[in-house]
């Protein structure tokens, strides 16, 4: 039977911890592009030797498994493996997870590939080292996720039943998922939204114990005494603020400014804490500017911000990027494979570290006006840039240094400019820089 490419499926799901298929509940990856989950390095090393023809034996290294794949933006595969580049947050104990800011942490997954004439492939520890989101706006097309993943290891089975193999895992039984119904996101299902300058340095000012440190990202607040998420500021029972030390951004009664200060002020009623506003009342919260701030005691601490009342750039300080061409964020890990011995099979990415991640926005547009050219030779901050996919979540940039741009002239042809932005976070305390992408959806 000759093997056809509209035959396969992928489907995955999130692993307890590193290599550790659950065998429970599979979701649908989405429309794929590119996808090789038999992408295996054995490493054989040919040992010549005097007296022989040619290399006489052929030494075995450790098994390197690299699941390259591109999937367009439907359904929730996209974002679990985005998400998953750039780290999973619990807003609460082991609650709300979400990509919230970077995470030195491994966060995998387990990939299955079916055939239609049901044989299956099995990838565990599969860990996003670099995504690429991309929009494209001059050729028709969807929104695509393209990721160069490692994977601790592959194995194929006729029926999906592993139990004999190296994970153990049974998956003969378990409901393989249909794909998405709803359409993947267009380039212009995306709105991106930026602002050249902070408008307002003082958006919210906090006055917490000293000692203190408040967390802002693109979804919560989390308000922490000494590196525990803090009681006073106690679950209500409303989604506003569901668990303890924690500030839900999103919700009705907590989505402009002064919501905020008036959650904070009542809940820290008599403990002389206090939260204040500075004329930005009506300004949305998620316009804050995502970081970590050590709080000072009796002393306002300021949290700066974009004045606007919209969340995508349709007015106030936020304003919608012109003309664009492309666009393509990049989250590289620099991930470092550690090599080793699961039972008697020798594995490459027997375990992997997290490096120092690199969160890069590359963009094309047609040439308008010196914004962004004076931004780069001034070599200041783009304080805040958002990516709003609606109903598909937000991820907000914080901090961006044009770091390259050129505008190269061609006989009649339009200007273009291609700029590369490279952020890192705000605020002063902890691993701040961890901030530089903050997302909003749940892993």
Known sequence: MVRLT????????????????????????????????????????????????????HAAGPIGVTLPLKVACQGTGWQNILGRAIGRTYASGSNLGTPMKLSTA??????????????????????????????????????????????????????????????GDDYSGVAFPSAPTTDPLLPTDMTLSYSTAVQDADMLRLKVTDGNYVEVGERYIRIFREDILDSVFAASGVNSSPYNGVLDLTHADADTID??????????????????????????????????????????????GIQSTSVDGAEGDMALWPNLKTVALKVANNNTAISGKTGTTWLLNNSISKGKADVTLDITMTAVDETFYDKYKAGTTIPLIRL???????????????????????????????????????????????YAISADWSL
């Not at 001059?138 to 190296?166: I, N, R, V, W």
């Not at 901090?399 to 050129?406: D, K, L, Q, V």
């Open 6 to 57: 509209q035959n396969i499926e992928a489907a995955y799901e999130v692993e307890t911890s590193y290599g550790n298929p659950p065998d429970g509940t599979l979701s649908h990856l989405g429309l794929l592009d590119t996808f090789d989950p038999r992408q295996v390095e054995k490493s054989i090393t040919p040992v010549p030797s005097i007296g022989q023809s040619t290399d006489a034996h």
């Open 106 to 167: 491994v966060d995998s997954l387990s990939v299955l590939a079916k055939d239609v004439d049901g044989s299956f492939t099995l990838v565990g520890g599969v860990v996003p080292n670099e995504t690429t989101l991309t929009a494209d706006y001059t050729t028709g097309g969807y929104m695509t996720l393209e990721a160069t993943c490692t994977g601790q290891y592959s194995e194929d089975h006729a029926t999906g039943d592993f139990s004999g193999e190296f994970y």
């Open 388 to 434: 709003d996919f609606g109903t598909s979540g937000s991820i907000a940039l914080t901090n961006g240094t044009i770091t390259a741009f050129s505008r190269p002239l061609t006989p009649g042809s339009e200007l273009v400019d291609t700029l590369s932005i490279k952020f890192r976070g705000s605020g002063d305390y902890k691993n701040n820089s961890a």
């Open 259 to 304: 919501d905020v200060v008036a959650r904070i002020n009542a809940k820290y009623s008599g403990v002389g804490t206090s939260a204040a506003g500075s004329g930005a009342g009506s300004d949305k919260s998620v316009n804050l500017l995502k970081g970590i701030y050590k709080m000072a005691g009796a002393t306002f601490v300021d949290i700066p």
